[in-house]
T-cell receptor, first 109, second 115 residues
Framework: QKEVEQNSGPLSVPEGAIASLNCTYS??????FFWYRQYSGKSPELIMF????GDKEDGRFTAQLNKASQYVSLLIRDSQPSDSATYLCAVNRDDKIIFGKGTRLHILP | KAGVTQTPRYLIKTRGQQVTLSCSPI?????VSWYQQTPGQGLQFLFEYFSETQRNKGNFPGRFSGRQFSNSRSEMNVSTLELGDSALYLC??????????????FGSGTRLTVV
C-alpha cells in the first residue's frame, strides 16, 4: 500500500465552482498534513498545513482532516483559472515528509 | 528574506560520471531535505539533514549521498550516473523541528539530464 494516495486526475471543475481534492494515507502515526500546489515547470509551494482533526480555513482554501479514516481533503471555493495546477498531498512523521503523486486540477473558464 | 537557493539550475552529464548539487536554505532554517521528482514516480524522499546530521534516508541506492555543513548549506552527490537518474532534484528547508511541522519551502530545483 502506498503511503500517500491521490487520484491523479485530471479533475475538471467549472470556474466559480468548488474543487474537492482528496488524499488517504497509510501510517496512523502521521502527525502533520500538508497541501502543496505545483504549477507546470515550477517547484511545489505550500498552501496549507493541518494537524488537528476538523477543518482549517484560509481564504478560499479549506483543509479537512479525519485521522480515524486517515483522510485529508482540500476544498477550493470560487475556483479560478489560476488554480489550475497539480495539488500534492503530503504527510509528516518523524521529520520526514512523504508526498502523494498529486492530482491535476483543471479549472474550465 | 532570500528563499531556498539551488545551484546549478540545469546540468547535463554522461552515464558513469558523478554530480554534486548544492542547496542554501532560508536563513535560520536548520533542516534541509532532498527530493527527486520524475513524471512517473512523483516526489520521492532522498534524505533529510538537521544540524549536520542525517536524520532520515529514503529508499535510494548508496550512489546517492549528501551532507550538511555548519552553516546549514547542503550538498547531494550522485556517483556513477545512470540514465534513470535524470530528474528534477528539489531541496527544501524548514525552520521547525519535531511536531508540529509547519512544512517545507522548496528551492527552484536542479534539472539533471543524464545522456
Amino acid at each position: 500500500q502506498k503511503e500517500v494516495e491521490q487520484n491523479s486526475g485530471p479533475l475538471s471543475v467549472p470556474e466559480g465552482a468548488i474543487a474537492s481534492l482528496n488524499c488517504t494515507y497509510s501510517d496512523r502515526g502521521s502527525q502533520s498534513f500538508f497541501w502543496y500546489r505545483q504549477y507546470s515547470g515550477k517547484s511545489p509551494e505550500l498552501i496549507m498545513f493541518i494537524y488537528s482533526n476538523g477543518d482549517k480555513e484560509d481564504g478560499r482554501f479549506t483543509a479537512q482532516l479525519n485521522k480515524a479514516s486517515q483522510y485529508v481533503s482540500l476544498l477550493i471555493r470560487d475556483s479560478q483559472p489560476s488554480d489550475s495546477a497539480t495539488y500534492l498531498c503530503a504527510v509528516n512523521r518523524d521529520d520526514k515528509i512523504i508526498f502523494g503523486k498529486g492530482t491535476r486540477l483543471h479549472i474550465l473558464p | 528574506k532570500a528563499g531556498v537557493t539551488q545551484t546549478p539550475r540545469y546540468l547535463i552529464k554522461t552515464r558513469g560520471q558523478q554530480v554534486t548539487l548544492s542547496c542554501s536554505p532560508i536563513s535560520g532554517h536548520r533542516s534541509v531535505s532532498w527530493y527527486q521528482q520524475t513524471p512517473g514516480q512523483g516526489l520521492q524522499f532522498l534524505f533529510e539533514y538537521f544540524s549536520e546530521t542525517q536524520r532520515n534516508k529514503g529508499n535510494f541506492p548508496g550512489r546517492f549521498s549528501g551532507r550538511q555543513f555548519s552553516n546549514s548549506r547542503s550538498e547531494m552527490n550522485v556517483s556513477t550516473l545512470e540514465l534513470g537518474d535524470s530528474a528534477l532534484y528539489l531541496c527544501a528547508s524548514s525552520a521547525s523541528q519535531g511536531f508540529p511541522n509547519y512544512g517545507y519551502t522548496f528551492g527552484s530545483g536542479t534539472r539533471l539530464t543524464v545522456v
